[in-house]
């Protein structure tokens, strides 16, 4: 059990912020990463139609013989359970509970923004699940389906005009209501978070959900006695098309010394 892989899974690029920690985070692990680039975005999909891709990703991962599976996608956490998946038999982590426990300890003010997908934003998870830890907690929040394709397709960039337009745009009743923390609910997100904070300046917290997920399984595998106890041998990452457009990004965001070489694979092999 100890030596099997951790399946990471998001519909692109956005689940390599939660990797790109567990690289660092649990060192000895083995990770295969599923981007599943052939359906992006998943955000402005529904229920019915996250809950069928959650399975098929799902079973991709159980097919490679993953020990434990982390949903690293604000938008199949938010509107999919671990109950809708019908042949999970791993344990299973979502990017909720542990993104929500980090803002409520970063907030002073108690005004908390929250940024993700349409999806996201409409099921109200963050929201619902920040007031029942603490009633007085305010809360923004704005969907912002632009920033998904700006980062799948590469926009990246501190200075990018494009980019900063666009997040100016979603931020402002956001930074107009005066939050001390800021959610950044899509996992795509984090990989501009450079622009994000420039927008909201350094006195706004972020909270980066796929680090949230990533402290989240070193606890769970230390808590389970599951842990790799010999050095990593195999990190390989999958996508459902378009692989050198994933490279691309992955290997920016990644940054020195990692070489993502995604495998293009049929969800349903
Ligand atoms: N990165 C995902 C999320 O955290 C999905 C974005 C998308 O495909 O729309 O919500």
Excluded at 18 to 39: F, H, Q, S
Excluded at 98 to 117: D, E, F, L, Q
Excluded at 158 to 170: G, P
């Amino acid at each position: 059990m100890r030596d099997r892989p951790i399946g990471v899974f998001d519909s692109g690029v956005g689940g390599l912020t939660c990797a790109k920690e567990l690289l660092k985070l649990v060192p000895n692990e083995n990770i295969i990463y599923l981007g599943d680039t052939e359906r992006v975005p998943y955000g402005i999909k529904s229920k019915e139609t996250l809950c069928q891709y959650t399975n098929d990703d799902v079973d991709f991962l159980q097919r490679r013989g993953v020990k434990l599976i982390v949903a690293a996608c604000g938008t199949v956490s938010s509107n999919v359970s671990a109950s809708q998946i019908t042949n999970l038999s791993v344990p299973f982590i979502d990017v909720i509970a542990p993104t929500i426990s980090a803002a409520v300890k970063a907030t002073k003010n108690k005004r908390i923004g929250i940024i993700g997908t349409p999806a996201t934003i409409k099921s109200g998870s963050f929201n619902t699940r920040l007031k029942m830890f603490d009633k007085d907690i305010q809360t923004i929040s704005n969907g912002c389906p632009q920033l998904v394709t700006l980062v799948q397709e590469g926009y990246i960039e501190e200075d990018n005009f494009i980019t900063n337009n666009v997040c100016k745009e979603y931020l402002a009743p956001i930074k107009a209501f005066g939050v001390d923390t800021l959610i950044l609910g899509c996992t795509h997100f984090p990989i501009i978070s450079k622009i994000i904070q420039n927008i909201m300046g350094e006195d706004v917290t972020l909270i980066d959900a796929g680090y949230s997920a990533a402290m989240e399984v070193k606890n769970v595998l230390r808590k389970l006695d599951i842990e790799r106890l010999s050095p990593r041998d195999k990190v390989e990452y999958y996508v459902t098309s378009q692989p050198e457009e994933f490279n691309r990004v992955a290997n920016i965001f990644l940054g020195e010394g990692c070489d993502a070489k995604a495998i293009l694979a049929d969800i349903k092999d």
